[in-house]
């Protein structure tokens, strides 16, 4: 946060006066001297300081004179500004109007210099370093060393993905600050003494950190560098845009550099009140999806049981045939990838074009406990009625259930590290076992077989300063939903939805659920389904429809004549083969999709459609936050957005959507606004009796990790080296009880199949339940047939 912001909120007897370069600045108590210049626009040269790492004086560059400390004394030699903290009267002179200064921070970087390698031209910092900025503004036009430079062998790599060039480095310890204070990985240090000190790292032990490219981008020089950005582009040759991830649903800000139309590099963007100025290595790194070789980029229409490439018209056609025969026999599949505009286009082509409620988001385990729950207490809030990142941040208590926030959301995981850290947040988890995100949040362990969680949630210790957060796994925990609601009222604690995927609150807030319509109002409602009618000239359909896996068991069943699918994947689902069987099954199926599937593989009817970096939209996080997708990549010719395929859809069905571009779709969709009536009830719902663990069967625990089997990280090599190991988890009791030790292959046996994996003793893993994650190599729990809760067979060796 700005110095300017945060003196904003303080009262003025909280305010001092400080004397900089002769001129008086009222700063809050404690304001470093560094930040009190900036107030007044003196920038003073700087390496190791950084707003959002704590202070530690390293590189000495930002050096003033301080004739009077504010008690007529004044300090015999130069100050580091960035440790220094204002006090009353202080007169300050910085290097604009002190030789002493302006001396000092000449020699500091005059001695930064001596070592520093004359590697500018192929440095991928060069033209963006802050140490060649200020050697240009602040250093001198020659070099009076005349000795050998030191050097090392280059480049050393910290992780698969991070680089060293160590002679490079400036001990400004940024990269260390973050990785300690930040992320809490603090697999890299300096080490060794004077002229010899170095960045060094555990050669057993990678920094495969969720947040490491975070320390490429604060590293003042070129020291710390992108395996896969190396040499790839100069800044110079970039073109910037500023766009929202689509990684997940924190809506962090990023900043995309594109060159020779495709994406070489993304930055964390700045935007203090989602992300501040960090993103995980998911958002940073996974771009590379959109380029490989199983891109759609034709209309494919399936003809004597193959599909073949097919111009638009003819595309279309063949969709007005088949979606004509079903009538309003159809179901929609969305997924949760698609931006507001384009989720809204999907609910009103579903009500007004095909005439039915079945659409659904949420290709994932659901339930209609879930899908009440976001009707009462999600769909419809706007920003500010609802928890937000500051509200995590600065809660005295955080509960979570069925979330764990760094695999799920990882900049929440980091709002609450800096909670627990600057204001002594207190962390609970009702979880299997104690995590090594939570370890990292010294969090409260409320151990819990997966099921029972809803009979422990009543006796959670809640209060108005807590904030209780449910992740979307919690729709497989039978009255979870409805126990967190009643939780919420009895104690006045604040409850927050945070899903996984960029698009889901948005597809909520779009009404892309069987029984809510846009902007929260109910199906069965006559007087919201009126107001949505007059506002699209069109009926809306009153019964409620199938959800999402009720829809596959229509189609498989040949209830359902027809599907429209937007990006789903059959393993995300609880049963994958079942999935397969609806698609497979059902009379017609149109797909709208960017790549190869086993979706399109069934379609019938195949559209391709813009990746996130060709389109504009906007993405809402689970804060409700809009966050804007800007168009990276400007591709001719190139798809279309889903919002303009779906409106050729609906011309040639003989309907009018009302928009072309999304532009279109986000106008309408915010004339329509959130519903102001009743809103639907909350879920009631008792817990449900869960399966235990009998002789060798266990109870299963799963969730799905940050980096795995994903398309969304196809490509991206460097990342996915990083990812953390499949393995199974038990506690010491059962693993002993099964006669396995630590490393010992064990294998799960499901409806579906069997899986074999190494084993990991946890210590915290409550007894008779076994972990495994739930994206392994590509292949989720679906590909089990089981979900978190159900019983597994486990036995030692191979399947």
């Known amino acids: 946060m700005s110095v300017e912001a945060k003196a904003g909120e303080v009262v003025a007897s909280d305010l001092i006066s400080v004397f900089i370069d002769d001129t008086e600045v009222k700063v809050p108590k404690g304001t470093l001297v560094i930040r009190a210049a900036e107030m007044i626009g003196v920038d ?9 790492l704590d202070p530690v004086g390293a590189c000495r560059e930002c050096m003033v004179e301080v ?6 004394r004044g300090m015999p030699k130069p100050q580091a500004s960035c440790t220094l903290e204002c006090a009353p009267g202080m007169q300050v002179k910085t290097q604009v109007s002190s030789e002493k200064a302006d001396k000092a921070q000449r020699g500091i970087l005059e ?8 590697d500018c031209p192929i440095c991928d910092k060069g033209g963006e370093c802050p140490l060649q900025n200020q050697a240009m503004s602040h250093g001198r036009g020659t070099s009076r060393y005349e000795g050998v430079k030191r050097t090392f062998p280059k480049p050393v790599s910290v992780s698969a993905q991070i680089l060293l060039d160590r002679e490079r480095c400036v001990l400004c310890a940024r990269c260390t600050r973050f990785s300690e204070q930040i992320s809490g990985d603090p697999f890299i240090a300096l080490v060794e003494r004077g002229a010899l000190q170095q960045v060094g790292f555990y050669e057993e032990h990678p920094y495969d950190s969720y947040f490491s490219g975070n320390v490429i981008q604060i590293c003042p020089v070129g020291a710390l560098t992108s395996a896969d950005y190396r040499f790839q582009a100069r800044p110079f040759d970039l073109v910037s845009t500023t766009t929202t991830c689509e990684g997940c649903a924190s809506g962090c800000e990023l900043r995309a550099d594109h060159r020779h139309f495709q994406v070489k590099r993304r930055l964390a963007g700045n935007k203090p009140e989602v992300n501040e100025e960090w993103n995980c290595d998911r958002g940073r790194f996974g771009f590379y999806y959109g380029r490989q ?3 759609i980029t034709t209309p494919l229409v399936r003809e004597n049981g193959e599909l073949r490439v097919a111009s638009w018209p003819e595309a279309i056609d063949a969709a007005v045939t088949g979606l004509k025969a079903a009538g309003s026999s159809v179901g929609v599949l969305t997924g949760g990838r698609l931006t507001v505009e384009n989720a809204y286009a999907y609910s009103k082509f579903a009500r007004t074009v095909l005439g039915t409620n079945n659409i659904d988001f949420r290709s994932r385990q659901a339930s209609d406990e879930e899908a009440q729950f976001l009707g009462s207490s999600v769909a419809g809030k706007r920003l500010g009625e609802g928890v937000t990142f500051t509200d995590l941040q600065n809660a005295t208590k955080v509960i979570c259930v069925a979330f764990e926030p760094e695999e799920e959301s990882a900049i929440a995981f980091l709002r609450l590290r800096k909670g627990v850290r600057k204001n002594k947040l207190s962390v609970v988890s009702v979880a299997p076992y104690l995590s090594n995100g939570f370890a990292k949040l010294n969090a409260e362990l409320i151990a819990a077989v997966p099921g029972t969680e809803a009979a422990l949630i009543p006796g959670l210790d809640a209060d108005a300063g807590t904030v209780i957060v449910v992740g979307e796994r919690a729709a497989g925990l039978p009255g979870a939903f409805s126990a967190l609601t009643e939780l919420a009222d009895r104690t006045g604690a604040r409850l927050a939805w945070i899903p996984r995927r960029a698009g889901d609150r948005g597809a909520v807030e779009a009404g892309c659920l069987p029984g809510l319509l846009p902007g929260g109002r109910p199906v069965t409602d006559a007087a919201a389904r009126v107001d949505l009618a007059a506002a699209w000239g069109a009926e809306v359909p009153s019964a409620p429809g199938l959800n999402g896996t009720q829809i596959l068991q229509a189609a498989a069943a040949g209830t359902l004549q027809a599907l429209v699918v937007a990006g789903l994947q059959p393993t995300d689902f609880a049963d994958a083969q079942a999935t ?18 086993e979706v399109t593989q069934r379609a019938d ?14 993405f809402w996080n689970w804060e409700h936050r809009p966050g804007r997708v800007n168009r990276v990549i400007k591709r001719v010719p190139s798809p279309m957005t889903d919002v303009r395929a779906l409106a050729m859809l609906a011309d040639a069905l003989g309907s009018d959507l009302g928009f072309r571009i999304p532009g279109g779709a986000r106008a309408e969709f915010d004339e329509l606004g959130a519903w102001e009536g009743t809103r639907a009830p909350q879920p009631t719902e008792p817990a449900a009796a869960q399966p235990a663990a009998t ?4 109870v299963l625990a799963s969730w799905r990790l940050l980096l795995g089997g994903s398309a969304a990280t196809d490509g991206a090599a460097a990342l996915l080296e990083t990812a953390k190991p499949d393995v199974a988890r038990l506690s010491p009791a059962t ?5 396995l030790a630590a490393g010992d292959p064990v294998t799960l046996n499901a409806r579906g199949g069997a899986v074999t994996l190494p084993l990991v003793v946890e210590q915290s893993m409550v007894d008779g339940v076994v972990w495994i994650p739930g994206n392994r190599n590509g292949a989720g729990l679906g590909e089990l047939d089981v979900v978190a809760g159900e019983t597994v067979e486990v036995n030692g060796g191979a399947a």
Do not use: K, W, Y
């Open 44 to 52: 003073i040269p700087r390496f190791c300081d950084h707003p959002l």
């Open 67 to 72: 004739p009077d400390m504010g008690n007529g």
């Open 111 to 118: 001695l930064l210099l001596i070592n520093h390698p004359l």
């Open 293 to 295: 070789a199983d891109r």
């Open 580 to 597: 397969r069987d609806g698609i497979e099954q059902a009379g017609f199926v149109v797909s709208l999709e960017s790549r190869q599937s």
């Open 605 to 618: 009817v195949v559209f391709p459609v813009d990746l996130i970096e060709e389109q504009a939209g906007t």
């Open 695 to 698: 002789g060798s069967s266990l």
């Open 735 to 739: 693993a002993a009880s099964f006669g």
